[in-house]
């Protein structure tokens, strides 16, 4: 079966903290990406990913293929990063599963 | 460049209606998915259409269905709705099929069903 799980649900931090959101999938993917979900519903794509790591500002995202997992890292966490994000693959069906998101809140 | 359009953002149905949904994609993506979002589901794939072909679907009854316009608007309709379909209606667009290039999210249609 084709899942993605995503770890913590929940995170709270203090402002300046690295921060570290893990996704691990089930079988073989095509793509991964991370995404930005802000109060509102509105969504916004940080990453695709499909090896080894990007980075854009203080985000960066690794992914393992062998080991099925690919992390969210920010650096030096600020108030505005609070949203939820969201880890989505793309199987081999072509369609995209998401995970179910970590709640992150980044306290001043 | 403008990004991808919703509408509306907002809409109130009773159950039994039937209701269309619009998503217009940023110019020159020829990809558009919908996704719906429920507070119990999470986010689910609805399907995905390119060069007005339905190219994949997810694991939602036939009362849910769309169609692309050869400019690549899209809309979804979904017929005798249910409480159980009010959620947060989302479309993406994207150069290519699957989102190999990357996608970007409309603001949502926030489904009620009364």
């Known amino acids: 079966k084709n899942e993605v799980e995503q770890s913590p649900q929940n995170l709270t931090a203090q402002e300046g903290e690295f921060i570290t959101i893990n996704c691990s999938y089930s079988v073989g993917i095509s793509a991964l990406h991370w995404l930005q979900q802000h109060p509102g519903g509105g969504i916004v794509s940080l990453f695709m990913l499909s090896s080894g790591k990007k980075k854009h500002g203080r985000l960066i995202a690794t992914i393992n293929i062998q080991e099925k997992h690919s992390s969210l890292h920010i650096t030096a966490s600020h108030p505005r990063d609070s949203a939820v994000y969201i880890c989505a693959v793309i199987f081999g069906n072509e369609k995209l599963t998401f995970g179910t998101g970590t709640r992150l809140t980044i306290i001043p | 460049k403008a990004g991808v359009t919703q509408t509306p953002r907002y809409l109130i149905k009773t159950r039994g209606q039937q209701v269309t949904l619009s998503c217009s994609p940023i110019?020159?993506?020829?990809?558009v998915s919908w996704y719906q979002q429920t507070p119990g589901q999470g986010l689910q794939f609805l399907f995905e259409?390119?060069?007005?072909?339905?190219?994949n679907k997810g694991n939602f009854p036939g009362r849910f269905s769309g169609r692309q316009f050869s400019n690549s608007r899209s809309e979804m309709n979904v017929s005798t709705l249910e409480l159980g379909d009010s959620a947060l209606y989302l479309c993406a667009s994207s150069l290519v099929l699957s989102g190999m290039e990357g996608y970007t999210f409309g603001s949502g249609t926030r489904l009620t069903v009364v």
């Open positions: 259409y390119f060069s007005e072909t339905q190219r």
């Open positions: 110019s020159g993506h020829r990809s």
